[in-house]
C-alpha cells in the first residue's frame, strides 16, 4: 500500500515541501480527526511549538505542560520563551492529573503570572480526560493545546484524539502508530490559525515575486513523499490498532495480577477501549527498591528483558527529574515518580505474534519469580 502511493509521488516529480500529496494527506488526517483542517510539518515538535506560539506563550508567560511525557512537549515550551511548569501524572493512566493543572493555573494567577495556555500530553495512546479539563480551562480563559502525539485514532467521549482544544499536534515519529519516518501535523477548527502557521513554517515569506520576509519563520514543511507514505500507513490504521489491541488483551490476559502486576489504563472501573494502544505498559507494585542497589523495579525488568534479547524500556522519565528541566516549577504528588520507577513499556509492535507476546510474557514472570 505505501509503496503504491510513494512510487507515485516519485514518478510525480514532487519532491520539495508541497504537492498534491501533502495537501490529500491534511485532507485525510483532518477528516479522520474531526477538525476543520489540518498542516502537515516536519515533526509533531513543530507542531507544537506552532500551537503555542498561536495561543500566547512566550517570554513573561508560563506554560502548565505534563511532567510525565518525552522532552518534546515541554521543550517546545522553551522555544517560545515561556516558563514551563510542570504538573504531575494521574496513577491510573499516567494521564494529566485534571484537578492539579486547575489548581495550579489558580495558584498561578493568583501569584500574578500570565498563563495563557496549557498542554495535555495523550500518554502512550490515551487521550487525557478533556471531558472536565477543557470546560474547566474555559471557565478560566485559559487556552488548550492538545499532545496528540502518540494517540492517533484514539478517542474520549466519542470525540477523536487531535480535536481537542484549540490546536493539537500530531506525531509521524518513526516509533508512532502511524509513521512518515519523520512527521506531524497541526490540527484546529481555526483556519487563521492555520494559516499563520502555514506561513510561520515557510519561513515566513511574503507573497511577493521575489524572496521577503519581515519576521523570522522556520523551516517546518512536510515533503510530498513522507505525505504519501503516510497516506498509505492511513489506510492500514485500524487494522494496526486492532492488532495492538490484540497484543494488549493478551498481556492483560496473562499478566494482571501475577506478580502484583497491572497494565496501565485498565482495571477496576479504569477501561481503554478508546485507546489506540500505541505501547502496553505494565506497573509492577513490589518487590521495593533495593536500597544497596539503587536499582528500581523498572531497572530490574528492563534489564533482564533487554539480556534476553527482547527490547523493553522505562516509562517517560518526568521531566522534573530531568537535568535541563529540574529546576522548573512543578505541582506533584508523586504519581509520575512511582510510575517511572514501576512501569515498563513492553513490545507492542504490529509485527509481533501471538508466539513473541507469550515468550515477553514468560520472561517478565520468570524474572519476577525469581528476585521474590
Known sequence: MEERYVLDALRSGWIAPLGPHVDAFEAEIAGRCGVAGAL???????????????????????????????????????????????????????????????????????????????????????????????????????????????????????????????????????????????????????????????????????????????????????????????RGQLERLDDMIARRREIRDLYDKHLTGVSGIRVLGRGGTDRDEDDNCWLTTIVVEGPDRDPTEHQT????????????????RHVWKPMHLQPVHRHHRAFLTGASERLFERGVTLPSGVGLTDADVLRVIDAVTAHLEGVR
Open 40 to 230: 502537515a510539518l516536519s515533526s509533531g515538535t513543530a507542531a507544537l511549538h506552532l500551537a503555542l506560539l498561536d495561543a500566547g506563550a512566550g517570554p513573561g508567560t508560563v506554560v502548565p505542560v505534563s511532567t510525565l511525557t518525552f522532552a518534546a512537549s515541554v521543550n517546545a515550551v522553551a522555544y517560545t520563551g515561556a516558563q514551563p511548569v510542570l504538573i504531575d501524572a494521574q496513577e491510573s493512566d499516567g494521564n494529566l492529573d485534571v484537578d492539579l493543572v486547575l489548581e495550579a493555573v489558580d495558584t498561578l494567577r493568583g501569584e500574578g503570572a500570565v498563563v495563557p495556555v496549557v498542554v495535555a500530553v495523550d500518554l502512550f495512546g490515551r487521550c487525557a480526560d478533556y471531558s472536565r479539563l477543557e470546560p474547566g480551562l474555559a471557565e478560566r480563559g485559559v487556552k488548550l493545546v492538545e499532545d496528540a502525539a502518540e494517540a492517533l485514532g484514539a478517542s474520549h467521549g466519542g470525540r477523536p484524539a487531535g480535536g481537542f482544544g484549540r490546536s493539537a499536534a500530531l506525531s509521524f515519529n518513526g516509533n508512532k502508530i502511524l509513521t512518515t519516518s519523520g512527521g506531524g501535523m497541526l490540527l484546529s477548527n481555526d483556519e487563521a490559525l492555520l494559516a499563520r502557521g502555514r506561513y510561520l513554517a515557510t519561513q515566513a515569506r511574503q507573497p511577493v515575486p521575489w524572496y521577503e520576509h519581515t519576521e523570522v519563520g522556520f523551516n517546518y514543511r512536510m515533503s510530498n513523499i513522507l505525505a504519501a507514505l503516510g
Open 297 to 312: 523495579v523498572a531497572d530490574s525488568i528492563v534489564g533482564a528483558l533487554n539480556t534476553a534479547e527482547i527490547e523493553a
